[in-house]
């Protein structure tokens, strides 16, 4: 069982991997791209978010993996053979806890390991990217908007770095709006490190909002200031989703006011990676309950299927639940446990009820003895 467990388990994680990856990616096209970045780091960029994406589907596909290969059982009487030989729902449930205690231990991996990493290094990337001229501003043949109220064109690169029949419209002002053309333009950086744009024999066209009066200035070079276009190219602060777990949980005070948040959010984030595991867990263990809660009935166990996936959303409530108390008030991160130990406590119930309705005796004693009268 294990086994089969662990193949569906690997089915179901790639199809879910996917499905949120491509969602994710389609996301992220839409923002670097329009940016003008390049591929690369489209590329790089949803390989960084993979490990967050993983961590979402774990405990999903480890359900769907229980619910499949005990309905699979059950259809082919793998299960009331195995059951006839005297195994019970607490021992058929050992390979279920395994299975589960192996997907926990990849989702602490996940969780203290990669997921942090990966969201560390995908801050800097973005603050790397989101300084850089090249990436922000030099596109030849496209309409860019590096700002709200800005809109930058260049026809044309030359090899040098000189910018051919340039654009710039800026509407940024409320009283006025301006449109800079110019035959050719040069990037240079001021000895203040400001970024500035040198326009060679152009014209600056101004529209006056008020009485609607449009001027036009003829120059032979013109500096614009396009620093504000661009974010400043510095190292970002630390988030609690990129510290290390000890850190979190030993000097949580100073973390808070590193990250700018309260106490409760750092210590719900530092034992969330604590309780992600044992939810997957959870999920295992409930997908295999349900179904063994159910007597044969020719239309299956449809009716155990959705009441496991009920008691999943039942879980995710409480987990949302408890998130604002915890959050408001960092004595009381012992909520955070709280969803996972009502999945123990259900799981523990329904194989329970699933032991006293295969014991022999209860059997023998809703059937007629030998000889009654009828």
């Known amino acids: 069982m294990l086994s089969q467990l662990m193949v569906l388990f690997g089915f179901f994680s790639l199809v879910l991997v996917m499905v949120y990856w491509v969602n994710r990616a389609v996301n992220l096209f839409g923002d670097l791209i329009a940016d003008g970045h390049s591929g690369r780091i489209f590329i790089e960029f949803t390989l960084l978010s993979l490990p967050a994406v993983i961590a979402i589907v774990l405990p999903i596909a480890a359900f769907a993996a229980s619910v499949y290969v005990i309905n699979r059982s059950s259809n082919d009487s793998e299960l009331t053979v195995v059951q006839a030989t005297g195994y019970s729902p607490w021992r058929l449930a050992r390979p279920v806890l395994v299975f589960g205690l192996i997907i926990g231990a990849m989702m602490a991996v996940l969780a203290h390991v990669l997921v942090p990493l990966s969201y560390g290094q995908l801050r800097e990337r973005e603050a790397e990217i989101s300084g850089s001229v090249s990436a922000r501003l030099l596109h ?16 044309e690169i030359s090899p040098e770095g000189e910018l051919r029949d340039v654009f710039l419209s800026d509407r940024r002002l409320k009283d006025r709006e301006v449109i800079y053309t110019a ?10 490190d400001t970024t500035m744009l040198t326009m060679v024999e152009g014209t600056a066209q ?21 620093s504000s276009l661009i974010t400043p190219d510095r190292r970002p602060g630390r988030r609690a989703r990129q510290i290390d777990t000890l850190e979190l949980l030993t000097d949580t005070e100073a973390v808070a006011i590193e990250v700018n948040d309260s106490v409760g959010e ?34 299956g166990v449809t009716r155990q299927i959705i ?32 969803p996972s130990l009502t999945g123990f406590a259900i799981t523990g119930a329904m194989l329970w009820q699933a032991s006293r309705m295969r014991r022999p005796g209860r059997a023998a004693r809703k059937s007629p003895a030998p000889g009654a009268a009828a």
């Open 307 to 338: 009441g496991a996936i009920f008691l999943l959303v039942l879980i995710k409530i409480i987990e949302s639940s408890v998130s604002t108390p915890v959050r408001a008030n960092g004595a009381l991160w012992p909520l955070i446990y709280l």
């Open 266 to 299: 750092v210590l719900e984030e530092a034992h969330m990676r604590f309780e992600q595991p044992l939810l997957c867990v959870v999920a295992a263990l409930i997908g295999y309950a349900a179904l063994m809660t159910g007597s044969f009935s020719r239309f």
């Open 206 to 226: 101004t529209l006056r909002r008020s009485d609607k009066a449009l001027s036009t200035t003829t120059f032979e070079d013109l500096t614009y200031d396009i």
């Open 183 to 192: 035959r050719t333009a040069y990037i240079v950086r001021s000895e203040s």
């Open 140 to 155: 030849e043949g496209t309409f860019l908007h590096p700002a709200k109220g800005v809109t930058f064109y260049i026809r």
